[in-house]
């Protein structure tokens, strides 16, 4: 079993869509929930942290359950910016664990 | 300041040759690692530093050796270029936020291939 696993995608949605990602983790050790944003042929970037009472950025939402080990990632009112491979990330004590990301594609 | 800097962008390796990928970040940060990419798949971490002199493996440290002299500096050496290696490699650095969270700063990428 991956330690960490994503949907698979490709989401293809409409502008306007509401798009939810999930993603499981297999280390129950694991301390700290991380999404990032990768563009094609680009580094990743921090999109948000993941807190256990769940957190809000704009557009975006984060809900994290310890007890299922699940992370979830909520995109409102998708845009065409939002395109690009998303990646769940989970932290062990040192090291960081990425998921294989998920391809979203956000079209007019 | 220019955060974390990655050298060569490109580079093309022949079967057996040597190289060090460069990675410098000025940002003072305690924590760096070191992940490659292949096409379509997510990042698998290579070694990591928790501080200058300190590395540890991670999940694929295989034909790989780092070191961690200062804190600004970790470079990533391949020792005997194989094809399996063709990949993308990114450098990271990140420090404690608050909560604990530890945001990574990433590089540009080093393109790498071995023919």
């Known amino acids: 079993r991956k330690e960490v696993e994503q949907d698979p995608g490709p989401f293809n949605v409409p502008e306007g869509a509401t798009v939810a990602f999930n993603c499981t983790y297999s280390n129950s050790a694991s301390q700290s929930f991380f999404w990032y944003r990768q563009d094609c042929r680009k580094e990743p970037k921090l999109l948000m942290s993941v807190y256990s009472s769940g957190n809000e950025d704009g557009r975006f939402t984060a809900q994290l359950n310890r007890a299922s080990q699940y992370i979830s990632l909520l995109i409102r009112d998708s845009k065409l910016s939002d395109s690009a491979t998303y990646l769940c990330v989970v932290k062990g004590n040192n090291d960081m664990r990425f998921g294989a990301g998920t391809r979203l594609t956000v079209k007019p | 300041n220019a955060g974390v800097t990655q050298t060569p962008k490109f580079r093309i390796l022949k079967i057996g040759q040597s190289m060090t990928l460069q990675c410098t970040q000025d940002?003072?940060?305690?924590?760096m690692y070191w992940y490659r990419q292949d096409p379509g798949m997510g990042l698998k971490l290579i070694y990591y530093s928790v501080g200058a002199g300190i590395t540890d493996k991670g999940e694929v440290p295989n034909g790989y050796n780092v070191s961690r002299s200062t804190t600004e500096d970790f470079p990533l050496r391949l020792e005997l270029a194989a094809p399996s290696q063709t990949s993308v490699y990114f450098c990271?650095?990140?420090?404690?936020?608050?909560?604990?969270?530890?945001?990574?700063?990433f590089g540009p990428g080093t393109r790498l291939t071995v023919t």
């Open positions: 990271a650095s990140s420090y404690r936020k608050d909560r604990g969270s530890y945001e990574q700063y």
């Open positions: 940002m003072n940060h305690n924590y």
